[in-house]
């Protein structure tokens, strides 16, 4: 089983910027598509962005322009680099290992206004 692990989150005002990362325990992390979800009080989880093992990314259009998913397979890690936030944005963040069907515990986003 695939342990990942959020951080990065926190308080920030509109139009802050703020980076996440999900570090993963599987050394063929470099292999596995991965993906950066949120979900608001009261909403279903959603789809933010993801990266293959290609490189290619796609985005959100909610997200297009403002945040960017990139991986570090040497850190066996995923990154989410949110700028221009939005208040809309606040949400629990989580990462996934969309080969193994792995969460995170997933970590906070607060916008304020």
């Known amino acids: 089983q695939v342990q990942l692990v959020e951080s990065g989150g926190g308080l920030v005002q509109a139009g802050g910027s703020l980076r996440l990362s999900c570090a993963a325990s599987r050394s063929i992390f470099s292999i596995n598509t991965m993906g950066w979800y949120r979900q608001a009080p009261g909403n279903q989880r959603e789809f933010v962005a993801v990266i293959y093992a290609t490189g290619r990314r796609n985005y959100a259009d909610s997200v297009k322009g403002r945040f960017t998913i990139s991986r570090d397979n040497a850190k066996n890690t995923v990154y989410l680099q949110m700028t221009s936030l939005k208040p809309d944005d606040t949400g629990v963040y989580y990462c996934?290992?969309?080969?193994?069907?792995?969460w995170g515990q997933g970590t906070q986003v607060t916008v304020s206004s």
């Open positions: 996934r290992d969309e080969a193994a069907g792995s």
